[in-house]
């Protein structure tokens, strides 16, 4: 049985990818970070308690800011692979917690490249996969390919580019087995609320139960190449398959801005947006990235990997899971409980 690591395991990707891991027979281990309130929400359908022998997910406290730790939990685990998905990744939030963002996405990784290089020095085989983003490519026309100059845009793309240029480095120096994908917007009903298509499905769907009355939104003209998550998962590990350490863009090949998603999405739950919706200045961000457009072709010729989902089926199940919950908050407000916008932070 193979052992899988995958940092960030708690968050949207890290739980396609766990349910996708087990599904291929793994033992898949997970970096946990304390949070005093639970963050394992996405990955809890997964969990069986540790006595239990048919348990296939096993959760490790760590942190990325911690070199010992992700020492440590490398060397308890011994895995085959290791998915590296931890990050602050949100790009607006980045330029509020530039430092902090820095330390979990660029040096975070320098701590496990260093952790990976002294468990291969010791005759130990590993693949190690690191989520690249095409927020690097930032200002630089489309189509982006792997051979698109970088050219970021925020403290977060700054971050995974020092991310993507270390692991270049510890492949060509050390010989470790280690694939960047650069991957485009991929989302998904487990898509953090605060981006912005699970902030328009969400608050649609929201709007149409009558549960709050408008959405607020900055840049509506930005372009982003969306893809399904679960899609995109199995290209991570489609390259630690392969028989050659490589970088390989991940996307759909196609760009929509964010007022197509929006009309795309209210067009399906049947409300008006134009009567709803707000520009509110908060939301835009200092620097901007206006167009993404992924060139996948590498990822198809050399992985034969393609996405499944099309936009429309993407915003369908986003609405469609959306509005399932908020009917769900209707039933709770009605038996008398709070029904408050969650997550009222900015974003
Ligand atoms: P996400 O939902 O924001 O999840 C991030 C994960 O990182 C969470 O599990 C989070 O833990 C964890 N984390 C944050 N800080 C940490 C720290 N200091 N130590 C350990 N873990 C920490 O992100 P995602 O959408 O799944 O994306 C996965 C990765 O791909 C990220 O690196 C992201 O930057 C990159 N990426 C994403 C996209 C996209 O469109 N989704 C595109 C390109 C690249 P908590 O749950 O406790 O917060
Ligand atoms: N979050 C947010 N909130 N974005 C908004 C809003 C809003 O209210 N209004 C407009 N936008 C615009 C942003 O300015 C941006 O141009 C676009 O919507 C997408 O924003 P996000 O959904 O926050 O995603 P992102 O493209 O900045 O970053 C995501 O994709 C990257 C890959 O390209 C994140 O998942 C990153 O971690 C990932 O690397």
New binding site residues.
Partial sequence: MKKALI?????????YLSSFLIGKQYEVH????R?SSF??G?VDHLYKDTHDPSAKLILHY?????GSSVRKVLQEVQPDEIY???????VRVSFELPE?TA???AT?TLRLLEAVQDYANSGRPIRLYQ?????MFGSAPPPQSETTPFHPRSP?AVS?VAAHWYCVNYREAYNLFICN???????SP???ET?VTRKITRALARIKLGLQNHLYLGNMEARRD?GF?GD?IEAMWLMLQSDKADDYVVATGESYSVREFLEEAASQLDVDWEKVVKIDSRYLRPAEVDFLQGDPSKAERELGWKPRVSFRELVAMMVEHDFEQAKQECTLRDAGHSVAVRGAAYA
Avoid: C, P
């Avoid at 997970?30 to 970070?33: H, P």
């Avoid at 590296?84 to 990744?89: I, Y």
């Avoid at 994908?181 to 989302?187: D, Q, R």
């Fill in positions: 940092t960030g395991i708690t968050g949207q990707d890290g739980s997970g970096l946990l970070r949070s963050n394992t996405r760590g942190d990325m800011t911690d590296n998905l931890a990050a602050q990744s949100h902090y330390d979990v996405v975070g989520a690249g983003s095409s927020e977060y995974k994908g650069i991957l485009f917007n991929h989302e487990h898509r953090g981006f969306w998550a995109y």
